[in-house]
Nanobody, 121 residues
Framework: QVQLQESGPGLVKPSQTLSLTCTVS??????????WNWIRQPPGKGLEWMGD???????YYNPSLKSRTSISRDTSKNQFTLQLSSVTPEDTAVYYC?????????????WGQGTQVTVSS
């Protein structure tokens, strides 16, 4: 069973860079057809997809966040990382790392427990 765990600071100051790491266990992040995502939920709002990194290493970003977002991976540690620059209080949210396994006939999703990040001075 694939399991994901987010880690990182819970408090970030405005204008700084938010950095979160997702550690994956029970499967390799380079296994075919896995897509590793960052999704966030601001208080009182819905889920927002931020971007992903594919098993191939390719990355894709939400156009509204693309200029501030970077997703990378460390295959030796089986981790992928989110960096969000120039944060403001509007970036306060619960951040989830999510793995999707997608083929033409099957689909599965695996969620981390989520981590609260507050942007405040």
């Amino acid at each position: 069973q694939v399991q994901l765990q987010e880690s990182g600071p819970g408090l970030v100051k405005p204008s700084q860079t938010l950095s979160l790491t997702c550690t994956v266990s029970g499967g390799s992040i380079t296994t075919n057809y896995y897509y590793w995502n960052w999704i966030r939920q601001p208080p009182g709002k819905g889920l927002e997809w931020m971007g992903d990194i594919h098993y191939s290493g390719s990355t894709y970003y939400n156009p509204s966040l693309k200029s501030r977002t970077s997703i990378s991976r460390d295959t030796s540690k089986n981790q992928f990382t989110l960096q969000l620059s120039s944060v403001t209080p509007e970036d306060t949210a619960v951040y989830y790392c999510v793995g999707f396994w997608l083929t033409t006939t099957k689909a599965s999703d695996y969620w981390g427990q989520g981590t609260q990040v507050t942007v405040s001075s």
